[in-house]
């Protein structure tokens, strides 16, 4: 079992661009979560989908954030026109049910310059 | 809205000395508890839950954590630190009423010395 599988590892991204990162969650769990780690900072909540469902969105800025997990593929998360304030790691965990401890992927660091 | 504190922002300890890392939580349901470790550039890893039943939880790596419902904490623990311990831990909470979400402490960052 290969585990939570991000990519990339490191986004670079010019001021304007759009980053595109990808999550693909264990085998077997269907609740997928992202979250964000500024610098010295904790893990903030983004968004927890399920699939083809967004279950809970209250932690992703309203605008140029986006998430979606569809039935076939990996979850996206979609940031357009990123700005500087957007360079941080990205991290998405799995579980397979709401009790459960996550699996966490390795995470995608974006570096906007 | 739930909530996670860490008070300390960092804990040092001597290899083989007892080391707890300290966790309280908000009050509102029944929570479901986590503590997770994080090693540099890497994603976190769990280590422990409390769900329900015994108020002292065993975990990877020799690590408890014991539940503390008067004093809504939830302190991780080891008897015997390693300096292979030395990371970033974090405390996460999730309610049962609530579809899954965990919210996450600010972390706590254990140094063991040799």
């Known amino acids: 079992n290969a585990g939570v599988m991000q990519n990339p590892r490191h986004l670079v991204r010019r001021r304007g661009q759009e980053a595109r990162l990808r999550c693909s969650p264990m085998k077997g769990h269907s609740h997928v979560y992202w979250y964000r780690q500024l610098p010295e900072e904790g893990l903030k909540f983004m968004v927890y989908l399920q699939k083809e469902n967004i279950i809970d969105e209250s932690g992703m800025p309203k605008e140029r954030f986006s998430a979606e997990f569809p039935k076939e593929g990996p979850s996206i998360l979609r940031i357009q026109q990123v700005v500087r304030g957007d360079s941080a790691a990205y991290f998405c965990a799995s579980s397979p049910g709401q009790g459960d401890g996550y699996t966490f992927g390795s995470g995608t660091r974006l570096t906007v310059v | 809205a739930q909530s996670v504190a860490q008070p300390e922002d960092q804990v040092n300890v001597a290899e083989g000395n007892p080391l707890t890392v300290k966790c309280t939580y908000s009050?509102?349901?029944?929570?479901?508890l986590f503590w997770y470790v994080q090693y540099p550039n890497r994603g976190l890893q769990f280590l422990l839950k409390y769900i329900t039943g015994d108020n002292l939880v065993k975990g990877s790596y020799g690590f408890e954590a014991e539940f503390n419902k008067s004093q809504t904490s939830f302190h991780l623990k080891k008897p015997s630190a390693l300096v292979s311990d030395s990371a970033l831990y974090f405390c996460a909470v999730r309610y049962n009423t609530n579809a899954g979400k965990s919210t996450f402490g600010d972390g706590t960052t254990l140094t063991v010395k040799p």
């Open positions: 009050v509102s349901g029944n929570p479901y």
